[in-house]
């Protein structure tokens, strides 16, 4: 067959409109989110709460199991949550992990770590720390403020009849 009889195509033209389709493909069909999308991110939290019970007449947003280093596991009743960065609100980190047993493991430094084991009940803790791998917490610092326990003298009745002049001195009056 002639070239104006037919509709041949040499076997060179074939390649290069293969080549020319395959390179279509790779540009046109290949993942629509960018390459930053797949790469986690991390996540800078803070935490506020109380180790074991929250004090009179603080209402935690959520009380939660957390592993203290690898083997104390210890309530904090978190006040509030806060990303320090881009990504998911607190209250969506909150809200999916409070359903796992512990919620988090609180990681890193040994000082932080035996910081917050040793911390007693009911002192207020600021936690800062990078959330990675599920839900450990790289715990970068960990302040904790014992409880303020009241004096003995402001816990007794006002109609006791004990100025505060004469708590502080017992042995002056005539």
Known sequence: MSRIAGNRRSPAHRAVWAILVLVACAAFGGPSRPAHARVRQTIMLRIEGFLDAAPEGVRPQRKIQVRIGRDATRSLAVTRLANQGAGPHGQTILGE?????PAFRLVGDDALVAKLAGAPPGARVTLTGNLSSGRNVLLTSADVEPVAVPP?????????GASPDAAASPGDGG
């Open 97 to 101: 992990v409070a359903r796992y047993r």
């Open 152 to 160: 003995p003298a402001a816990a007794a009745s006002p109609g006791a």
